[in-house]
């Protein structure tokens, strides 16, 4: 399978089938929490009746949970042989679900570090393409967007900013004209939200952050490829380092060192 199609197919798990039961979601979320976290490592066997027993839940149900776990590569079910655990490399790593669960378990270090490496590899790439290749409306979208995230720097924790970086970000990766690129947005959009959700961001946006962002929106709009390249590799970069110290306060057991951060320095950081 292909890279291309295996995102894609990434893209197209639990986010577009209809949900079952709250007892067939609640299995999906613990089960395949679980195996993320490790606490059936690779190799394991497990039985569709054990899980409808630990559940509550029927046994329909727990099939169906165990496809829709299949679907994002943590199992496989073999004939006679139960329920298999797959190995890491066999996962849908881009699929939004296993990298919210990476970031809510004892990895999110690592998958902050390997995510930042993927945005650095590709958003630079993407906003250089898309000052080349964006219609009129996602350039207007862009700038809006960067806009957005001014008028709402003040509270870069809340719902308003994230929803607009959200949209930037999602719109620069569709505005490159590649496919390949465009359908990581979903990838992105996980980690701007599980970073929100997880208290990785400060409550004040840092000013220089919010203005790379509007170099970007408004050198895509003006078609400077150069300039957008380079901002979006400002923002990647510094995004990086306020993870990575963000990070290190939290395993210190003082999270709120993101807070007594002052304008520009780190701590204070955005993507």
Same mark, same amino acid.
């Given at each position: ?25 609640? #299995? ?32 329909? /149900? ?23 655990? #797959? ?22 270090? !690592? ?15 993407a906003a250089r393409l898309a000052a080349a290749n964006a219609t ?8 809006? /967007?960067?806009?957005?995230? +001014? ?21 620069? #990766?569709? +505005? ?22 997880? +208290? ?16 970007? /929106? ?6 400077? /490829? ?24 939290? #395993? ?5 060192? !993101? ?13």
């Open positions: 399978m292909s890279d291309e199609t295996s995102v894609v197919r990434h893209n197209r798990t639990m986010a577009d089938t209809p949900h079952g039961s709250p007892v067939h979601d609640a #299995l999906v979320e613990r089960l395949g929490a679980a195996i993320v976290h490790g606490e059936h490592p690779a190799g394991s066997r497990l039985l569709t009746t054990e899980l409808a027993e630990s559940s509550g839940a029927s046994r329909s /149900a727990a099939r169906e949970a165990v496809r829709v776990l299949e679907s994002l590569g943590l199992v496989q079910v073999r004939r006679k042989a139960g329920i298999e655990v #797959l190995p890491v490399e066999q996962w849908n790593v881009y699929a939004p679900e296993i990298i919210s669960w990476r970031l809510d378990g004892p990895g999110r270090a !690592r998958q902050l570090r390997e995510l930042g490496e993927l945005r650095g590899a590709v958003e630079p790439v009129d409306a996602q350039r207007q979208e862009l700038v809006a /967007a960067a806009l957005a995230m +001014a008028r709402h720097d003040q509270q870069a924790a809340e719902a308003e900013y994230l929803d607009a970086d959200v949209q930037f970000h999602r719109t620069l #990766l569709s +505005a490159s004209g590649n496919p390949m690129l465009g359908v990581l947005g979903g990838v992105v959009q996980a980690v701007l939200e599980g970073r929100t959700r997880h +208290a990785l961001m400060p409550h004040e946006a840092n000013p220089d952050a919010v203005r790379w962002h509007r170099d970007v /929106a408004f050198a895509v709009a003006s078609g400077e /490829a150069d300039a957008a390249f380079e901002a979006m590799s400002r923002i990647v970069s510094e995004s990086d380092a306020a993870m990575d110290e963000a990070v290190a306060g939290e #395993l210190a057991g003082v999270p709120e060192e !993101r807070e007594r951060s002052g304008p520009g320095r780190r701590g204070q950081s955005l993507r």
